[in-house]
């Protein structure tokens, strides 16, 4: 049994009612702040699976190919990876005839490295009809059948491991829309961290039903009730085009300091930005707090940086050669580069771009234009 796992919950974009039953986070983090810090945007979107529910009904397939065949064909019609010219996502071999699909087991359709995570779109096989019931249920009682306390509740989750260390969720709340009860076959979607996944490792991915129980804010217990199988994963290449800014654009932060936009990395799927600023050097360290009150000065600190930040992300755009554009979304994660640069890592919403067709940037009050 797993004892004392954080939850972390997603924030952001996410309605707020559904921030319990989207995103549960399951990784075991020291109580570093830099760590905390450099994992709290990146965990706010580890294995969310909610794109599944847009590109998969619980509808009839289509008879002459297996449900994984489809599933990737529908998969790779979504996310427009030909109209885009998308080269660094993968495509794995699959089963086409019916007849042949797995009853067990679990099968991985596609891939793709977007800088931050290996992205996994697997399907669970063998996930029944009462498995789904009990994965959309959520009860008042322990294990022991006790009331649980006011704040505390009991539920079912599948995630996913790797080499059987740090836990993943793979799950979506709109369940029934990524389940095939014909061939109960479940699609999901996993992110992995490219922290967590070194160039050249590979990793066993294994899948697992948990039967959690939170008893507070920062407490839970969990069991596995099942396991579906395991596969081997590797992270895969991924193409960036560098662009940088002819000036830098520059923010303030109050008392805190300044900083400056100098750039950014274009990929399929998203943008990375390319800023420096005056926190970097407290906010990408470890700290020992003497007291409560030190620690607390440094988060208003932190938030303080990352909410000047994120404002300036979240309202840039993207215009593409045809003339049309895009809004860049939240950051999902920050990494430091060399010296005080930082990379913020943020998505182009749901699909991908094509990476080379991005004529210019507006961020900051500032547009620059790329041949």
């Given at each position: 049994?797993?004892?004392?796992?954080?939850l972390?919950?997603?924030?952001?974009?996410?309605?707020?009612?559904?921030?319990?039953?989207?995103?549960?986070?399951?990784h075991?983090?020291?109580?570093?702040?830099?760590?905390q810090?450099?994992?709290r945007?990146?965990?706010?979107?580890?294995?969310?699976a909610?794109?599944?529910?847009?590109?998969?009904?619980?509808?009839?397939?289509?008879?002459?190919?297996?449900?994984?065949?489809?599933?990737?064909e529908e998969?790779?019609?979504?996310?427009?990876?030909d109209?885009?010219?998308?080269?660094?996502?993968?495509?794995?071999?699959?089963?086409e005839?019916p007849?042949?699909?797995?009853?067990?087991?679990?099968?991985?359709?596609?891939?793709?490295?977007?800088g931050?995570?290996?992205?996994l779109?697997?399907?669970?096989?063998?996930?029944?009809?009462?498995m789904?019931?009990?994965?959309?249920?959520s009860?008042?009682?322990?294990?022991?059948?006790?009331?649980?306390?006011?704040?505390?509740?009991?539920?079912?989750?599948?995630?996913?491991?790797?080499?059987?260390?740090?836990?993943?969720?793979?799950?979506?709340t709109?369940?029934?829309?990524?389940?095939d009860s014909?061939?109960?076959?479940?699609?999901?979607?996993c992110?992995?961290?490219?922290?967590?996944l070194?160039?050249?490792?590979?990793?066993?991915?294994s899948?697992?039903?948990l039967?959690?129980?939170?008893y507070?804010?920062?407490?839970?217990?969990?069991?596995?009730?099942?396991q579906?199988?395991?596969?081997?994963?590797?992270?895969?290449?991924?193409a960036?085009?560098?662009?940088?800014?002819?000036?830098?654009?520059?923010?303030?932060?109050?008392?805190?300091?300044?900083?400056?936009?100098l750039?950014?990395?274009?990929?399929?799927?998203g943008?990375?930005?390319?800023l420096r600023?005056?926190?970097?050097?407290?906010?990408?360290?470890?700290?020992?707090?003497?007291?409560?009150?030190?620690?607390?000065?440094?988060?208003?600190?932190?938030?303080?940086?990352?909410?000047?930040?994120?404002?300036?992300e979240?309202?840039?755009?993207?215009?593409?050669?045809?003339?049309?554009?895009?809004e860049v979304?939240?950051?999902?994660?920050?990494?430091?580069?060399?010296?005080?640069i930082?990379?913020?890592?943020?998505?182009?919403?749901?699909?991908?771009?094509?990476?080379?067709?991005?004529v210019?940037?507006?961020?900051?009050?500032?547009?620059?234009?790329?041949?």
């Open positions: 049994m797993l004892d004392s796992i954080t972390l919950r997603a924030v952001g974009e996410i309605r707020e009612e559904s921030v319990l039953d989207t995103i549960r986070v399951l075991l983090l020291d109580d570093q702040p830099h760590q810090h450099k994992y945007k990146v965990l706010r979107v580890i294995l969310i909610a794109i599944i529910a847009a590109l998969m009904g619980a509808t009839a397939y289509a008879i002459g190919k297996s449900i994984q065949r489809q599933r990737q998969l790779r019609n979504t996310l427009q990876i109209e885009n010219d998308v080269t660094d996502y993968m495509e794995y071999p699959l089963v005839e007849e042949n699909t797995p009853t067990e087991g679990v099968t991985i359709l596609s891939t793709i490295n977007d931050e995570f290996q992205r779109w697997v399907v669970i096989n063998g996930v029944t009809t009462e789904i019931e009990r994965l959309m249920s009860e008042q009682v322990d294990w022991a059948g006790q009331s649980l306390p006011l704040n505390g509740h009991r539920y079912c989750r599948i995630h996913a491991t790797l080499d059987g260390e740090s836990y993943f969720e793979a799950m979506t709109h369940v029934l829309d990524g389940y014909e061939s109960q076959t479940l699609m999901t979607e992110d992995i961290p490219l922290l967590d070194e160039e050249g490792r590979k990793a066993i991915l899948f697992v039903m039967d959690h129980i939170d507070e804010l920062d407490h839970s217990e969990a069991e596995i009730v099942c579906f199988g395991s596969v081997e994963v590797e992270r895969t290449g991924q960036i085009r560098v662009v940088w800014f002819p000036e830098p654009v520059p923010f303030e932060n109050g008392s805190y300091g300044k900083g400056e936009f750039g950014a990395e274009i990929t399929a799927s943008i990375n930005w390319i600023h005056d926190g970097v050097s407290q906010m990408y360290r470890s700290h020992e707090f003497s007291d409560e009150a030190e620690k607390q000065t440094y988060r208003e600190m932190e938030q303080s940086w990352l909410a000047v930040i994120e404002g300036l979240r309202g840039a755009v993207i215009r593409f050669a045809d003339g049309s554009s895009r979304g939240l950051p999902l994660s920050s990494s430091l580069s060399e010296g005080d930082v990379k913020d890592h943020c998505p182009c919403g749901r699909g991908t771009i094509n990476l080379y067709q991005v210019s940037i507006t961020i900051g009050g500032k547009t620059f234009s790329f041949e």
